[in-house]
């Protein structure tokens, strides 16, 4: 049986295309190859062969975001020390 292949037709943006191409060309493959392996994968792992997230922080990010308000805002409050540079942080680590 003779090897046989199918054409597939995409269109992308062009900007993306360029830098996919530039970052495929630095790992020594063109976009013909990554496409097959990405396949491949797809195939093997009977799914998407890499995580898809969305821009939001995750929930680690907010909690640590909300936690810092509170402590710029008891720092303002005066409920705890702060520090305007890392020679104070130091010094008063040392002073513990």
Known sequence: M???SGA???QIDPI???QATIILKELGINMTSF???AIKQLIYQEGLP???K???PNKELIEALKEG???IQDI???KRSGYTNYNDLIKSLKEE
Do not use: C, L, P, S
Request: glycine share 4%; proline share 0%; no cysteine.
């Open 76 to 78: 303002k409050d005066g």
């Open 50 to 52: 890499f995580e898809v």
């Open 8 to 10: 597939i037709n995409v």
């Open 35 to 37: 496409v097959t392996m």
């Open 69 to 71: 308000e509170e402590i």
């Open 2 to 4: 003779a090897n046989q």
């Open 16 to 18: 993306d295309k360029e």
């Open 54 to 56: 969305t821009r939001r």
